[in-house]
Structures are given as structure tokens and as C-alpha cells.
């Protein structure tokens, strides 16, 4: 693939007629049976368990959904062996034909910018990493996000900056209003002009924006601000929102959105609708083609 | 050690007699002759340099300065081996008696905060990294700094919160004014505010704030915000910021702040003013003697 991110998204989200975004955000203690021999593992067992988990899922997955999503916070909670496993969880979705967003949530100034920018944004041997986009926060300002601009263009990767959070404390800073415009719209503002200049065939360029299910006047508001951007919603599922609140992210063509689910589907096992499966593969799978259908009907142009 | 993470760096700086952070940035291109075989190594060899230049830092400084300050983000532009490397620094910098500070620059929301606190707080087994302490950005909002403060009252650790970043483009969001208070007083604020409750006998508390040298005036008004909060200052050095720029960061005892210096430390061997030294371990001792004595000249309680 040597294309410009955002029409990559675009047409592998037309290919799979699907906008879910599979979060890989595996934990010991949700772990399903088998995967694990002791429930005080040390990092090396544990990382194992995470990859055999991890890639298991993708095993399911790669057939029904455009992209994955690593919480790298996850994998780097067990040292080294878990960044071991994030590594090879990353190429197995690669080589399963899967675009990766790297939820690392990084950032820093100058050339330490850069650095992250070379670790994470590229895909397969293009880089450390090995991933198709990462996601990274704005605070440092429009110079710390630069160099992961610039990375964007030179390895056809894409970038999802922290715009409007999913969270109850996200207003903190967020939604402070400076000329009546708030925070959040500010960063939209930039992530717009940016994904604008290197706009692709599909009408989308690489530069996206996180805004969360959980608020959906501001998605609405947030969607609207940027045209041709890509937006990563969390928030759906466990998070409280549902399908009804993520509609106001997708535009006329039925792309322009990816949500993510991560507990939701990837441990179905454990919840009351799928436990009956009798593996918990087949629970994440059943999980995974009902969130599909469920967004379908709310993008039927998919 | 089991005390306050303020109380430990105040017993650290006043025992060693100096406000000096040396910041670990290692990059294959500034490695001193010798520690690299090839200019295109491998990431495995990258990563063995790495160690081997950071462990011989540490040798150098352990007995000079309070605290060490590795960036994340060179070892992670080197997949798993790098990460491996910088599990291997952080435990020598431990082992050697330094207090550590990640420079992660991390954040997430409600688990993943707390994956990425237990990640790295707690000084050597009580943490997957054994930092005693991590840099993290206040985007997401205060619920996110939550497990974070939570993580240092029982592990005994620190954090420094980004409030005024060092480069040009700080003032992006941070200098943004609602109500003739910028977003970098108001997170200031809130550190002063959890700092203080948490706070020790030396009158500092664990929760400390990133504050560039590079704008003194900022720096003054931030410093008297926030009495009970250790600062750590970048900017000194390569950045542009000298002596003089970062007085305003101590206190009356003396205390209250350490100032990182990466490249003008842990490269001197290539700088007009050390390359004379026979090797590049003397050129390191030199420059860190050479910053200490500079900075006890505007901190003369020391």
C-alpha cells in the first residue's frame, strides 16, 4: 500500500462495508480460560497470554472489520515482554490485510516529536512499530504535532489527535471557550486545515481527530467543523454510547468514521447476551457482526 | 525508601548538593566513537549502544546529581529492544541511587490511566519500568490525572504534570486566557492543589509540574502558584536557556525545582568547549560539574 491514509480507510471501510475499529485492550483479569495458567502471571507469561489473545481475535476479525486498534498503555504496563507482544500483535494485523492505529496517545516537542513520529507511523518494516497511525495529544502545541505531519506524508500514515474525549473530566480543559470558541474546536480547526492540505481521491486526507460517542452535540458540532477528517469515536459500548449517538459522525457518503469497541467485543465472553457461545471466539465474532449491523442501519450507505 | 517522592528529592538535592537533571536522550547519530560498529545498525545493536552509553553516563553522574531523566522516546523508536534497554538504565540508575523520572509524556482515560500509572510509578520491583516517577500531559482532563495521583500515595512516587512547555508553539493551547487566567495557571491550579494535599515534611508534595526555561516570566508567576510542587525545568542548555533564566525557579530554601540539561550534558564530547577531553566520559563529568557549579551560583541555600 502506497497511498495516501485517508483513502486507504476509505477504501477498505467500502470493502468490509464496515466502520468498526476493533480495540486490542487485553488484561489479565478479563482474560478468557486457557489463556493463562495463573492468575499472578509474571510479564513474560502474561505477554504471551496477550498475543495468543490478541491475535486470536484478529484471526476473527480480519474478514469483518477495516481496522484494529492496540491500547498500547496495555502492553506497556507488562516492560519489554509486552511491547514484545505489541510488536507481534501489529504485524499479525498487518499481514492479515488489517490497517493498525497504534493508541499510544504520544507526543513531545522538536525532534523528540520526530522520534515518536519515526517509532509508530509507518506500515510494517516502515517503521519501529510497524503501524498505520497513532494517536497523539495536542497540549505541547501545533509545532509538536508537525513532525508527525510530516511523517504522515513521507510514509502515507495517519494521525488521530486527541480533539473531544470520551471521558466525564474531558470539559476540563476541552471545553473552555476562548472568543466563544472552544478548545476542542480550536484543535478541530487545525486538524481540518491539515487533512485539507493533503487531501486524497476519496475526499479525506491523513490527518483525523478523536471525538467520543459520549457527547453527541459536540460530535455533531465536531463532524461539521471537519469535512475531511477522518474521526475515531470512542466511547461506544461499555462507555454508555450507542449507535443512535454515533450516527451524526458519518457524512453523505457513509464514511468519515471509525468506532471503536473494545471490551464490548473482544471480551463478549464474559457478558450476559454471548456467554451461551461455546468458545469465546465465537462470542467475539457475534459480538463483532452485531455492532456492524447495528451501525449499518444507521449508515445505510455502506 | 518509602517516604513522599517530594521529601525524597528534597533529601537527594540537599545531600548532593545540586539542582541538576541529566536528561538521557541517547541517538545513534551523536553516540561517542566506538559504542556503534556501523552507522545503519540494527535495532538490537541501537539498543545494546544505547544501554551501554546510558550505564556509562550514570557511572559518571551517580555521584553528582539527584536524578536522572530518561526520554522515553529514543528507546522506543527502537521497538522492544529499545524498551528492553530502557528497563536496563532505569534499574542501573536505581541500583546506582538516583531517583528516576520517565519522560513519557503519557495519558489515557479511567483504566488505561491506571495501566499507564502502574506502569511506571514505583521505583525499581514495584513498577513494570521501576521509575520513580513519570511526565504526563493534562489534555484529557483531571479524572485522568486521577489514577496517577492515586498511584503515587501508594507507591511513594512523583509526576511531573506538562503546565508551560519549552518550545516556540507552547502557547498554542497553554497560553490560551479564560477569564485572564491561562490554561497553563489552571492546570497549575490544580497541581499546587494535589500537591499540597499529599505534602511531606520538606514541605514539597509529589505532584510536580513541567515548566520551560525558556519563558522567565512565565516561569516566575508559576513558581509562586505553586509553593508545594517540585518543577522540573527543561530548556537549559541546548534549548537556549541559561542560569539566569531558571533562578526564578528555586524557592528561599534553596529548593523547589531540578533543571534538565540532555544534549549539552550526555553529548559535550562534541561541543567547542569539551571535545579537548581524552575521553567522552571526562567531557560528560565536566559539563555536569561545570552545570552544577552555574546553577549553585543562583542557589546559594545549596
Redesign the interface.
Known sequence: MSENFGDRLAQTVRAKRSTVCVGL?P?VASLPNGLLESMKPS?AQAADAYRRFSCAIIDVVADLVPIVKP?V??F?????P???A??DTIKYAVDRGLLVIA?A?????????E??A??FLGRGEQS??GSDSVTV????????LQPFVDRCKATDSGLFV?VK??????????D???DSQS?SQ??ANWVQNESKSQIGTSGYGPIGAVVGATYPEELEELRARMPNAWLLIPGYGAQGGGAKDVVAAFQKDGLGAVVNNSRGIIFAHASAKYRHHADWQRAVEAATRDMIDDLRAESPAL
Chains 1, 2 share one sequence.
Open positions: 485492550d488484561r510479564q491500547q498503555a496495555f506497556e504496563q507488562l516492560g519489554a509486552g511491547m514484545q505489541l510488536a493508541d496517545k504520544r507526543n513531545d516537542i522538536g525532534t523528540t516529536a522520534a515518536y519515526a517509532a519501529a512499530w495529544s495536542p497540549y505541547l502545541g501545533d509545532d509538536s486527541l474525549t470520551s471521558n466525564p473530566g474531558s470539559g476540563f480543559i476541552q473552555l471557550k476562548i478548545i480550536r484543535i
